[in-house]
C-alpha cells in the first residue's frame, strides 16, 4: 500500500511546518522572495531525464540520464569507469578522448543524449582478456609518461594514430597527437612508444 | 549548464516542426557544448541534426558537394578532396585536433563562434555575447582581434581555417528555410561584418538549416597552399592565416585566389591582390607587391600591428609555397 506509506511521509506537523513556513515568506518583502526563488532554483533544477541506450566496451547500457550529461560524465559519474580522465573539460588537453564507433573523439565535448545505439571504447575496453593492448606495453617500455594523468587519453589517441596511418615520421606523429596535451613533458616517450607498435 | 529538453528529428521537416522557444541545433557539439558549459549559450532546447542531414561527399558534374554532416576529417581524408580540392584538405588539417575534426561537421565549421577572449569571458563585456554591453577588446587585449572590417562595437574575428579555403574556391553555402523552401548563398556573402549588430554572424536566416556546401570546379590543384602562423606549431587558433591558389598558363598567372583568417570578422579575400597578381609572372617580387597591397588595405588596432607584418609574410610564403607543389597533405 504504497499510498499510505505516501501519506505517512507528509505527516500533520510537516503539513503545519510547511504551510506556516510559506506564510512567513509571503510576509517578506518582494526582493527577498526573489532571492529564495534563485536560489531554490539554483538548488532544485528541473532536469530533463531522457533514456538512452549504447555499448561501451562491447557491453550494453540502458540507462535514464539528465540530457546535460556529457560521455565522460556518464563515464566517470554514472557508471563508475574513471580510467577516461577530466583534465580541461572543455576539448583543449585530450585526457578524455575515447573511440566513438573507432574514431577517437573528445568526451568531454560529446552529449551522451547523441550516441543512442553507438559503440563507445575507453582504456578499460582496451586489454584483451586481462592482457594488455600492444600500445599499453609500449607505453610501459618506453616510459610514455610521468605522472600517468593524461596517459588514458594519450594511449587512446596513440592507437587510433596507429589506426589512421599517421606515423610515417616522428614530425607526423607529434601533428597527429598534437590534440593530447602532457603536462610532465612525456612527448619522446609517447612518440618511441608510438613508434615501436607502428612499426 | 542549464537544463534542456533534447529532441532528435530523423529528417529537417520533422526537425522544422519541433515547437521550441530559444531552441538550438547542434551536430559535432565541439564549440556548442562548450559555450553552454560556460553559460555564454544556454538554450532551452537542443535539436540534434546529424540524423535528419546528410554526411556524404558527392561529385557532381561541375564541382563537389560536401553534405553538412560530413565531418571535418570526412571531408580532410576524402580521396576526391585530396586529389582535386587539395586547398581544403590542407586548410582542415592545420586547424584543431584529429580528435575534433571526427566530431566537428561542416555545416557547424560555418556556424562556430569567435575565440575572442573578451566573448568567452562572462564577467567582461561583449557585444556579441551581451548585446550593448560593450567590447572589451576594442581597447584591450588585442592579440586575437581583427586588422580590417572591424567596428566600433565589435572586433572579433572567425576563427576557421575551413572557411577560408571555402572562401577562396567561391563556395555556395545551399540551405533549407523553416518554410521548407531552399536556398543559395555565395560563401563571399554568408559570413558578415560586425558593424553594429556583432551578435550576428552570418546572413542564414532564423531556424534555416545548412545542408550542403558545394565547391565548383577549378583548375587550382596543383598550385596551393595553406599558411597559418599561431601561437605554437599545431592545435592552436591562427593570428593570421593564407589560402592561396593559382592556375598557371607559360610561367604567368591565369587566375588566383588568396584569402585570409584571424583577420576579420569573416574569411576575407584580396581582390586589390589578386587583380594584381592576374596577368603578371608567377616571382617572389610579384608575390611581394600583392602581400603590400593586401597590408596596405588593414586598419590595425593599436596593439595588434604585428598582425600586418604576420599578414605580408603569410601571404608571400602562400603564394611562393603555391608554386611548389601541393602535395603536402
Redesign the interface.
Known amino acids: 500500500m504504497t499510498n499510505q506509506q505516501d501519506s505517512t511521509k507528509y505527516s500533520r506537523r510537516f503539513f503545519i511546518k510547511a504551510s506556516s513556513a510559506f506564510a512567513t515568506l509571503s510576509l517578506l518583502p518582494k526582493t527577498i522572495k526573489a532571492l529564495y526563488k534563485d536560489v531554490k532554483e539554483a538548488l532544485f533544477?528541473?532536469?530533463?531525464i531522457?533514456p538512452l541506450s549504447l555499448r561501451i566496451n562491447k557491453k550494453e547500457y540502458t540507462l535514464n540520464i539528465?540530457?546535460?550529461t556529457?560521455l565522460l560524465d556518464l563515464l566517470r559519474e554514472n557508471l563508475k569507469l574513471t580510467g577516461t580522465k577530466k583534465g580541461c573539460?572543455?576539448?583543449q588537453c585530450?585526457a578524455c578522448?575515447v573511440h566513438?564507433d573507432e574514431?577517437?573523439?573528445?568526451s568531454?565535448?560529446?552529449?551522451a543524449?547523441?550516441l543512442?545505439n553507438k559503440d563507445v571504447t575507453t582504456i578499460e575496453g582496451l586489454a584483451n582478456d586481462g592482457s594488455l593492448h600492444p600500445m599499453q606495453e609500449a607505453f610501459l617500455e618506453h616510459d610514455g609518461y610521468q605522472c600517468g594523468y593524461c596517459t588514458s587519453g594519450q594511449i587512446m589517441?596513440a592507437v587510433?594514430?596507429v589506426n589512421?596511418g599517421?606515423t610515417t615520421s616522428t614530425e607526423e606523429i607529434?601533428?597527429?597527437m598534437?590534440?593530447?596535451i602532457c603536462r610532465c613533458g612525456a612527448y619522446n616517450g609517447i612518440t618511441n612508444a608510438i613508434k615501436s607498435v607502428a612499426k | 549548464m542549464k537544463p534542456f529538453r533534447y529532441h532528435s528529428p530523423k529528417t529537417v521537416t520533422s526537425a522544422f516542426q519541433i515547437e521550441e522557444e530559444e531552441s538550438q541545433y547542434i551536430a559535432g557539439g565541439t564549440n556548442l557544448v562548450d559555450l553552454m558549459k560556460k553559460q555564454i549559450q544556454e538554450p532551452n532546447a537542443i535539436i540534434y541534426v546529424n540524423e535528419a542531414l546528410f554526411a556524404t561527399i558527392e561529385l557532381k558534374k561541375k564541382g563537389v558537394q560536401i553534405n553538412a554532416m560530413a565531418t571535418n576529417s570526412d571531408v580532410a581524408e576524402n580521396n576526391n578532396i585530396k586529389k582535386d580540392y587539395p586547398l581544403i584538405a590542407q586548410a582542415i588539417l592545420a586547424g584543431a585536433s584529429p580528435q575534433i575534426r571526427n566530431m566537428a561537421t561542416t555545416g557547424g565549421n560555418l556556424l562556430q563562434r569567435t575565440r575572442c577572449p573578451y566573448f568567452y569571458d562572462t564577467s567582461l563585456p561583449c557585444n556579441k555575447r551581451k548585446p550593448n554591453s560593450g567590447c572589451g577588446a576594442l581597447n584591450g587585449h588585442q592579440r586575437m582581434a581583427g586588422i580590417i572590417g572591424n567596428s566600433t562595437s565589435c572586433v572579433a574575428v572567425h576563427p576557421s581555417d575551413f572557411c577560408v579555403a571555402l572562401i577562396a574556391l567561391d563556395a555556395k553555402v545551399n540551405i533549407t528555410k523553416k518554410d521548407g523552401s531552399q536556398d543559395t548563398i555565395d560563401f563571399k556573402d554568408f559570413h558578415r561584418l560586425p558593424e553594429d549588430q556583432p551578435q550576428k554572424d552570418t546572413n542564414l536566416p532564423e531556424q534555416a538549416l545548412i545542408t550542403s556546401i558545394f565547391i565548383p570546379r577549378n583548375n587550382f590543384k596543383n598550385n596551393v597552399a595553406y599558411v597559418k602562423i599561431r601561437e605554437r606549431d599545431s592545435y592552436a587558433f591562427a593570428l593570421v592565416s593564407t589560402a592561396a591558389a593559382l592556375e598557371l598558363k607559360n610561367g604567368k598567372i591565369k587566375k588566383v585566389r588568396l584569402a585570409s583568417g584571424g583577420v576579420a570578422h569573416k574569411p576575407w579575400r584580396w581582390k586589390t591582390s589578386e587583380n594584381f597578381l592576374k596577368g603578371r609572372q608567377a616571382n617572389r617580387k610579384n608575390f611581394e607587391e600583392a602581400a603590400r597591397l593586401a597590408a596596405a588595405e588593414t586598419k590595425p588596432l593599436q596593439h595588434n600591428t604585428f598582425k600586418v607584418a604576420l599578414l605580408e609574410g603569410a601571404i608571400t610564403e602562400a603564394l611562393l609555397q603555391s608554386l611548389s607543389n601541393s602535395s603536402k597533405i
Not at chain 1, 533544477?45 to 530533463?48: L, N
Not at chain 1, 574514431?103 to 573528445?106: N, S, T
Open positions: 533544477v528541473k532536469k530533463e531522457i539528465d540530457s546535460r556529457t573539460d572543455h576539448g585530450g578522448t566513438l574514431k577517437r573523439i573528445l568531454c565535448l560529446t552529449l543524449a547523441t543512442v589517441s587510433a594514430c589512421e599517421r607529434k601533428e597527429f598534437s590534440g593530447n
